[in-house]
Every structure is written in C-alpha cells, then in structure tokens.
C-alpha cells in the first residue's frame, strides 16, 4: 500500500488508514513521517475506490508535534527523503494540510498525546474522536515559537475565539474532555476506543454516494467565509450536478425497492 518507516498506510475495506507510526517518540513529526503523509492524502484523492481516510497514530499517542530534539540539533531523522522536499518546498504544508484538503472525508482517530503539530493537523481533519485520555494543546509559546501550521486562522474559525485564543495564548494542555467541550473534537470515547469508532463513523460514510459526500465536503469549505448569498450559489454549483448522477438514481430506485445502493461514482 506504500508507507514510509514512519507512516503506515493500509486498507480497511473503503477507508484507508494512515497511522503515524513513530512511537518511540510519541509520533513526532519527521520527514519520512511527512512525505509518508503527503503521499496518503494523494494515494486516497487518486483512487476512487477509497472512500474516507482515517488518521490515528501508533503506541497510544497521536502526534507530539515538530521534534524539538532534532530541531534543536540542527537535522531530523530520514535525510534520504530530502530530495522529495526540495522537490517541493510546499510538501510538509501539505502533509500537515495546511495546503492540502483532501477530497474525502478525513476522520482523525486520537489516543495520548495531540499537541503542537498535532493539534494543527487535526484542524485539518474533518471528523475528530478522541479516547479519553488524550490531551491536546498548541505548546509554541511556551518554547519561544509560532504556531505556523495554521492554528491562528484556522482554529478562531473552528471553536469560539474566546476558547481559541485562550489555546494559543496561554499553551496548556487540554483534556479530551475539554476538547470537546469547546468544540475542537466531536467525540470522547473509551481510552483505546478512537479507532474502532472512527472506522465506525467511516463505515457509514462508506454507505453513502460518494459523489454526493465529496459534494457535501467540498461545498461546507467553499462557502465557509462566503456571505449567505455567496455561499448559497456556491452550494448550487456543488450540488445541482448531483442529482444528474446515476447514483442519485440507484438511491431513489434502492429506497423504493427497500435494499442497500450499490453506488458506482457515476
């Protein structure tokens, strides 16, 4: 299925599972870990039998973020891989997806430890479950840093600002259940439970016309800073071509004949 050293990825039926996979170091960000991300978000865009994409980590951590370790020494483990980023110099962005949004759903599956750069990458994510005893924060202040991998823009704009800039500002952790509480995840779950839950979340987005959900993700985020008017003929140009669809018509005609669509991106 492709993967670096540092980032598994393999199938679970639709749902393609990308897992960091650098446990010793609580998942931190590396470049194998990076180009093994960048190549999933583009594996799952080109490969229409992937119907949504779950993240989630290994060893009972998410993502601790950048290593400071290494940033502190002057070089991070997989030099071999720097050719791909000189190839392009936007790539860690859009492994982070800060300049990337895949065109399926993203679910993020969090156990242990989502913080720094991980919690910037979960802003890029579109469905968040957390086991219990995750905890989450945007640490950069705390080291003398920014938090540039999207987290003053994005994250005013996903929970209340008084909440957002009280994450940026101050740089403490937060728990699963505070998270939720203030919006940055949607579902608290038993520890060791956030991917079975979102590989249940993901089973019925499987279900669904995949023409019609990539529709539904694509017209949610064009028309998020549109004016109501802007936004409404921006739904129109995404969702109109989906009632000409011939899956469209295999729901009406399988509701009618009461049995599962069979649903051909058609």
Known sequence: MGGTEHLGMRREGATLVL???????????????LVGLYDGWLAADADDSVRSVVLTGAGGSFCAGMDLKALAGGGMAGEEYRDR????????????????????????????????????????????VAGAGATFGLFEVRRGLFPIGGSTVRLPRQIARTHALEMLLTGRPYSA?????VGLVGHVVPEGTALEKALEIAERINACGPLAVEAVKASV?????????????????CGWPVFDTADAKEGARAFAEKRPPVYRRA
């Open 19 to 33: 897992t960091l996979n650098r446990p010793e170091a609580k998942n931190a960000l590396s470049l194998p870990m």
């Open 85 to 128: 980023l000189k190839a392009d110099p936007d790539l860690h962005w859009k492994a982070m997806l800060r300049h990337h949004r895949p065109r399926k759903p993203v679910i993020a599956a969090v156990e242990g430890y989502c913080v720094a750069g991980g919690t910037e990458i979960l802003q890029g994510t579109d469905i968040r």
């Open 177 to 181: 259940e505070e998270a939720a509480r």
């Open 221 to 237: 985020y064009e028309s998020a800073e549109l004016t109501e008017t802007d936004g409404l003929a921006a739904e129109l140009a």
